[in-house]
């Protein structure tokens, strides 16, 4: 089971950029993904979620902002950013979880991480 996630960059104030998580070895239909961001010197901050069935959810700083979406045809799920501000500047995650079960929650906790991709956000 692995996760890698890809897309991020340099992008000013304002700017936008489209994260991508590719999943291998596993069926993405079952599996809710989350996205978690860490900024230097912070915790892992939850960013945004989307379930079996494609119900979603955001974390504050970035409702509005943020669009996550699924194909699982392609065994990917994005999630746009929109409106950068410095104060997105993270690495980035993906995670799975198993999620048949409860196919329009998203769980709290995630079995399987990507490696993560940097997003800067600078001027």
Known sequence: VQ????GGGLVQPGGSLRLSCVVYGFTLDDYAIGW???????????V??????GSTDYGN????R????RDNAQHTVHLQLNSLAPEDTAIYYCAA???????????????????GTLVTVSS
């Open 66 to 69: 943020f669009t996550i979406s």
């Open 97 to 115: 979880e198993h999620y048949m079960r409860y196919p329009k929650r998203c769980p709290r906790s995630y079995d399987y991480w990507g490696q």
């Open 36 to 46: 978690f961001r860490q900024a230097p010197g912070k915790e892992r901050e939850w």
């Open 48 to 53: 945004s979620c989307i379930s079996v069935d």
């Open 3 to 6: 996760l890698q996630a890809s």
């Open 61 to 64: 700083p970035v409702k509005g």
